[in-house]
């Protein structure tokens, strides 16, 4: 195997809202080109310590604290003069339901790219269709890329959110339960497309799925919440470990409650 190198670089960070810790002490290194996966009990702080990663935290109605570091390739993203939306270019997140704006597909996938700066329209066409090509939904729509977003199905509407943020070229995708919702063909999509796209970005993953975890993941991290609601990391290592020979016994009852 080639030395790991870490994208983000995660050193005894904790989280707060409103004073109150949210998350604590968590520390770990999130692998370029690697799919990694965060599981753990709904209500455990994953999707809290997923939007830290990019500050998405910062945009809901609360006051945020952090303790620790959270590093991007060597650079703290929580430092004053950090650009908050190039790291969020950098560092894109997919929500559990598809996010997109009242427009047509191709106007949403253009979005993000009009806001770093103009574009000829032939050079936008072909960032447009680079980027839907790579979510794997170009057969499905090319022929109406002017037509409303918000006609194509959940599963559609979903890799359609994931081609707008892979349009500014970011290193590493967030994806909050990104199959949530879906049935099951959706989901196989989605899961072929992360497959597809793990050579060329960092992916980190908040899901349920045990199943979907061993079939995509190469680093699983569990996180659990105690007596006092604060969500700390119990174990961090490859997936095949954390399956098959978890160190804490925390680990091994929530993962065979789910997998037997």
């Known amino acids: 195997m080639s030395k790991l190198i870490p994208a983000i670089r995660v050193k005894n960070f904790s989280f707060y809202y409103d004073a109150q810790k949210i998350v604590e002490g968590v520390s770990m ?8 996966t965060i599981i753990g009990s709904s209500g455990c702080g994953k999707s809290t310590f997923l939007k830290s990663l990019n500050r998405m935290s910062e945009l809901e109605e609360a006051d945020v604290k952090v303790e620790g570091r959270v590093e991007f ?59 839907v090509k790579a979510a794997e939904l170009w057969d499905e729509v090319k022929n109406k890329l002017h037509k409303p977003a918000l006609e194509l ?16 070229k970011p290193n590493v995708l967030l994806m909050d339960e990104p199959c949530s919702g879906l049935d099951p063909n959706g989901s196989m999509k989605i899961e072929h497309l992360i497959h597809n796209l793990r050579s060329e970005l960092t992916i980190v993953i908040v899901t349920h799925n045990m199943q979907q975890v061993t079939r995509l993941s190469d680093f699983t991290a569990f996180f659990y919440s105690n007596e006092n609601r604060i969500t700390q ?26 997998v037997g």
């Open 29 to 36: 290194d999130i692998y370029q080109n690697q799919v990694t």
């Open 73 to 131: 390739y060597g650079q703290s993203i929580y430092e004053r003069r950090v650009n908050i939306n190039r790291l969020r270019r950098q560092v894109s997140m997919i929500f559990p339901k598809p996010n997109l704006f009242p427009m047509s597909i191709y106007d949403n996938v253009a979005y993000g790219v009009k806001l770093v700066g103009w574009h000829p329209k032939v050079e936008l066409d072909r960032i447009v269709e680079s980027a």
């Open 153 to 168: 199905s959940g599963g559609q509407q979903q890799r359609l959110c994931i081609a707008r943020a892979l349009a500014v």
């Open 233 to 258: 990391m119990v174990e961090f290592g490859t997936t095949n470990k954390i399956f098959t020979n978890p160190v804490d016994s925390r680990t091994r009852d929530y993962i065979f409650a789910r």
